[in-house]
Every structure is written in structure tokens, then in C-alpha cells.
């Protein structure tokens, strides 16, 4: 696990075991909130340092000096280091939002349904497989649609996990069998330009 969404975790951790009777609503609304402000610093960060990569670009390509096209060679090199820090870092925050998310739905439904049954699933699992599932898109699609016995199939192994019902997940899995025959690149070029049409 990455080290934002590690923290997050253990913070919702007590001896080792996530257990949801013991988490507070609140603290993790608090908690999705922080994460969201932060996300919000870092993406800022993130096009801020895109401007200035922008710019010296554009003074690159105007620049007939070999030395002066070498300097800002390097500065767009460092400035892009930086933009991939704060690209990781949003992934990770993403993550961690996506698993904060999902506790905050289950921490409700217990409280509204007074629903053990899908609590005891996820307290019998490991806390490496509740996190992976919880960051999982199509899990976050039977959250969102309230799925609980698909997510209570999920948490107990039964679950088909080839065709999850989640809508871009299966759109990727027929591009991919669509386009089998092209080339990977060719492949992903055609979906991309398909999800623009869509979009």
C-alpha cells in the first residue's frame, strides 16, 4: 500500500483489524474531507507547474541560442519531475478517497439497516484485500448503486469478477476483444478516440 493511503488505514486500524462497529461517521467524513482539500492542493500544484512547463517550452522553440535552448531543456526536465510527484501523489489521495468512500457507505448502511452481515465479511478479511476491494472501480459502481448483496458476494469470494457490471470496465474489456487483432498502440488509439465521442 502507498504511504497516503496508509496513513488513512491505520487510522481506521485497531490491532491490526479494520472493525467498522468501531469507526466513527464523522471522523471519516472529516477525514474524506481533508483528503478532498488536499486533492485539490495538489491538482492547483500540479497545473500551475504545467503553465510553467508551457511557457518555457514556448521560449524554447523561439530560442536560436544553443546554451540558452540547453537551460530551459533542463528546467522543463525538473519542472516535469515535480509534475510527476504531484501526479503520484493524486493517485494516491484518489485511492485513498475511493476506500475512505466506501467505509463511509458501509458505516452508514450499518448504522440506517443495523446490517451485520456485510460488516462481519469485511472484519473477516484481511485489511490488504478490504483496501484493494474498496479501491476497485466496479466496487465503488455497487456502492454507489447499492448492490449490497453483490458487494457481500464480493467480500465472501462468490462474486464472477470477470463482468462486474460496472460500464467502463466492460467498454474496456470489448475494446479489447474488438480489437484483438490490431496492435496494442492502434488498439488504444481507436478507444481513445471512441471515448472522445462519447464524451
Excluded at 508551457?54 to 533542463?74: G, P
Excluded at 446490517?115 to 485489511?127: A, C, K, L, N, T
Excluded at 474498496?134 to 462468490?158: A, P
Aim: charged share 45%; hydrophobic share 35%.
Amino acid at each position: 500500500m502507498v504511504s497516503i493511503l496508509s496513513k488513512v488505514v491505520d487510522k481506521f486500524t485497531h490491532d491490526g483489524d479494520m472493525k467498522i462497529e468501531e469507526m466513527d461517521l464523522e471522523e471519516l467524513q472529516e477525514t474524506r474531507s481533508e483528503l478532498k482539500a488536499d486533492l485539490d492542493l495538489k491538482r492547483n500544484k500540479h497545473e500551475g507547474l504545467s503553465e510553467k512547463r508551457r511557457a518555457k517550452f514556448e521560449d524554447l522553440r523561439e530560442s536560436d541560442e544553443d546554451l540558452m535552448q540547453e537551460e530551459l531543456a533542463e528546467e522543463i526536465a525538473s519542472l516535469e519531475d515535480e509534475m510527476a510527484i504531484y501526479h503520484n501523489e493524486h493517485s494516491q489521495i484518489m485511492d485513498a478517497l475511493r476506500v475512505v468512500d466506501g467505509l463511509i457507505a458501509v458505516k452508514r448502511k450499518q448504522e440506517l439497516m443495523e446490517d451485520s452481515g456485510i460488516i462481519q465479511d469485511i472484519e473477516e478479511m484481511d485489511r490488504e484485500e478490504v483496501v484493494d476491494a474498496l479501491k476497485r472501480e466496479d466496487v465503488q459502481e455497487m456502492i454507489r448503486s447499492e448492490k449490497w448483496s453483490d458487494l457481500r458476494d464480493l467480500f465472501r469470494g462468490d462474486l464472477n469478477p470477470k463482468r462486474t457490471g460496472s460500464k467502463r470496465v466492460n467498454e474496456i474489456l470489448d475494446a479489447a476483444e474488438k480489437h484483438r487483432d490490431k496492435d496494442v498502440d492502434e488498439a488504444l488509439k481507436i478507444r481513445d478516440s471512441e471515448r472522445k465521442k462519447i464524451d
